[in-house]
């Protein structure tokens, strides 16, 4: 089942659902929570000519971290903004730190918003679970379809959460590579 905003905000009340900062009431629709996008990015490195980097995910010392350390550079948005150009991918974060305690028998997905969907914009690639048990920012991954660039600043509102309840509690909560994320830079 899908929570509601009422649900939502006991859920925030209670501290099942933890979000730091918390929302404004604006945030809130019938079934979701807007996130807002930090002042960080991580941008792929422009490949050079003449030069070939395959990434081998499967192969046996394969590390994300490492390969985005090697792919990407990691910058501050400015204040007037980051253009993204169509087809361009880059790796953003939320503001907000979310925690779903593993006992609230709550996971949550990550949605991009229908007005910057139609854009062109996309929030997540395959991505939007977010798990019981998780706790930290949402590293979110943003491309441009569209025709023309958009430019992202920090602080708008770029995706929602809509949040579930689970059959049960989880054995363990969530203790993926990615527990406890942040964005790269201060912010």
Not at 159 to 186: D, R
């Amino acid at each position: 089942m899908i929570l509601t905003d009422r649900e939502i905000r006991i859920s925030l009340e209670t501290g099942t659902i933890e979000v730091d900062p918390s929302p404004q009431s604006g945030a809130f629709s019938s079934t979701s929570l807007d996130l807002t996008l930090a002042d960080s990015l991580s941008v792929f490195k422009k490949s050079q000519p003449g030069v070939e980097i395959t990434v081998d995910p499967s192969g046996p010392h394969y590390s994300f971290r490492d390969a985005m350390a090697a792919l990407s550079t990691a910058m501050t948005i400015p204040e007037d903004g980051h253009p993204l150009r169509p087809g361009q991918l880059v790796l953003g974060w939320t503001k907000e730190r979310v925690s779903l305690k593993p006992q609230a028998r709550l996971a949550a997905r990550v949605e991009g918003k229908s007005s910057l969907a139609r854009l062109g914009l996309a929030i997540h690639v395959t991505a939007p679970t977010i798990h019981a048990g998780f706790t930290g920012q949402i590293q979110l991954e943003i491309i441009n379809h569209g025709p023309v660039p958009i430019r992202l600043r920090p602080g708008m509102a770029v995706c929602q959460l809509i949040f579930e309840s689970t059959l049960g509690v989880p054995e363990k909560g969530y203790q993926g590579q990615f527990s406890g994320q942040a964005s790269l830079l201060p912010g």
